[in-house]
């Protein structure tokens, strides 16, 4: 069976402002030119096709029109679409009925009564165990271990099982994840690789942005990765995998294709901070003819210049280049001392930092069983955002 991997499209997201439609279409177009060129039997998109619950009417239509394209590319190939952590898992089911004419199979939340709903087969090729997101309280225990054992007993042909998985595991690099940790990344608690179950071939996970194997679990657990940068944290390259698996048992081959985007995501300096003169000099040179979203990487002994941001924008006037943000560091030894926040420092720090400060100021102790307490309601909150 030959499968299409991809995850975290964040369809709808804004940069700093800046609408990214174009550079959506491309991604999609992308993917289907691939799905054209390499015809699937599967593809999984596991999790996050949205960037927000409530996505606009115009963002809604622009995956409903890159899916028919991708099915019309490849009208034998068996589509699954899970919800994740930005989606609403209600809003995908409520067209589950009409996709299924395009064999386009939406899974947006944990069926506890009808587990054999998470079970897709694809005929005379595979089977698919497809779990969306849901909160870690609202998956019944051994919930994943169930549906890999209902497809053991189907899958008398020894065909590749494909499970799809929308989550933190233990031992992932979260490289380019402001908020990650190796307890949490993005509001989701790690999870053991062990909890997933045994029986499948290839996991194909969703969340994490950055694609790659989890270590210790040979080729078979691996994140897609997301096709198109989300932030300008992540610095690396960006793409969709294909997977081949013959029989069921055998280890997956994956080959990771590269997305390309219109206007990629550029620090300057490319690496660390430089001074603000420093910076200005790199902005300066950056060739006119780059249509790229640029962010600035300063550190700052007390604050920026006044007018910096207009001196910024005054050297980028004559250029095709998108300039979004400064992103001011100071020396972590000041960071430290410091109790005030500025408005900046606000938006980009974590929830949990801001509960530990407050608790330090206070001289309230915050232990690891306040973490765990605090981690709890905020995913309960996002849970409830996301109904």
Known sequence: MKILHTSDWHLGHVLYGYDRSEEQMSMLSQIERIIKDTQPDLMVLSGDVYHTSQPSAAVQTMFANAIVAMHQACPKMTIVVTAGNHDSGSRHEIYQAPWLAHNVHVIGNIDKEHPENHII????KGWVVAVPYAYERIIPEGFFQQLLDLVSERNTQGLPVVMMAHTTVSGCSYKGHDDGSEKTVGGIDSMPHEALGTGYDYLALGHIHHAQFIHDTGHRMRYSGTPLAVSFDETYEHTISIVDIDHHGDEPQVEPLAINNPHPLVNLPTQGTATWDEVKEL???FPNDNPAYVRLNVMVEDTLPHGALDEARALAADKQCRLCHINTKRPEREREQSQALTVQELQE???????????????TPFDSTMEEMFNEVLQALQQEERI
């Open 349 to 363: 720090i974590k929830p949990i930092d801001i509960a530990k400060r407050y608790a330090a100021y206070t001289g």
């Open 121 to 124: 087969e694809v005929p005379g």
């Open 283 to 285: 902005l300066e040179k």
